[in-house]
């Protein structure tokens, strides 16, 4: 098996790392956003008879294909369902520095369809593939949601003070994640990161919460997606869906 260092968004970073004796694959892709990227993909389906998390998400999806995305797949089924378990033993065999960075680089893997029982997901590409992003969408259940959802602000928060700059060593493999605020203010959590290794690629995550529910928008490219039209993009995307939960 290849070894992988797979951005997972969701993250949101959403990262997952694994590494085991073999020489790297084509470059790592979300495992999720792949799904919208391949000859399966399907425009987004009418709105109907939907709960509220996938009215959303496919509000979201609408205006991204507006604004040139227009390839989608709704993540649903078994698929959501394993999306919903955080990925456990990420860090195997990975040595983070400096090492006070580890558990926030590992929450990183979190995301808004792991709350609640009420949750979607719909993924979107541009028409030539370079740029791969999600709108989620899940109802805060109960206490216990807002406070995970408080958590990874916190530690968003954390990552932006005192871990702008991680190295990633692995049995056979290095690479330096950077992190920086990409300066959305209209959203309650924003991160934009890269990743330096022989397949770099850029991500932006922002996060929103309103009354009972939270959204996020994460975009991955191989190329930089650090300019202000791009953040209006993203944040066109997030407001829509958060308008549908208000």
């Known amino acids: 098996m290849a070894k992988k260092f797979t951005a997972l968004m969701a993250a949101g970073l959403l990262l997952t790392l694994s ?15 792949k799904i919208a990227s391949g000859e399966s993909a ?6 109907q008879d939907l709960s509220t998390a996938e009215v959303a998400a496919t509000a979201g999806a609408v205006i991204a294909a507006k604004l040139g995305f227009p390839n989608s797949a709704k993540i649903q089924g078994k698929d959501l369902k394993a999306l919903a378990e955080k990925p456990t033993d990420t ?7 400096p090492g006070s960075c580890a558990a926030l680089v590992d929450d990183l893997n979190w995301s808004p369809v792991q709350l609640g029982t009420e949750a979607a997901r719909t993924d979107f590409t541009n028409e030539s593939q370079n740029i791969t992003g999600s709108i989620e969408v899940a109802k805060l259940e109960n206490d216990q949601d807002r406070q995970e959802l408080k958590k990874h602000f916190a530690n968003v928060s ?10 990633i060593n692995g049995l056979d493999y290095s690479e330096t994640l950077k992190f920086s605020d990409p300066k959305v203010d209209s959203v309650d959590s924003a991160l934009y990161y890269t990743r330096n290794g022989k397949y770099p690629q850029d991500s932006l995550v922002l996060i929103s919460a309103t009354g009972n529910y939270a959204a996020m928008v994460s975009f991955v490219s191989s190329q930089p997606l650090d300019d202000k039209t791009f953040n209006q993009v993203a944040t066109s995307i ?7 939960v208000q």
């Open 19 to 33: 590494a085991c004796a073999a020489e790297p694959a084509e470059m790592p892709q979300d495992q999720t956003h």
């Open 42 to 47: 399907t425009q987004t389906p009418e709105v």
């Open 91 to 97: 860090l195997k065999d990975i040595v983070v520095l």
């Open 158 to 167: 954390a990552i932006l003070a005192d871990c702008r700059s991680v190295k």
């Open 238 to 244: 997030l407001d829509t869906a958060m308008t549908q």
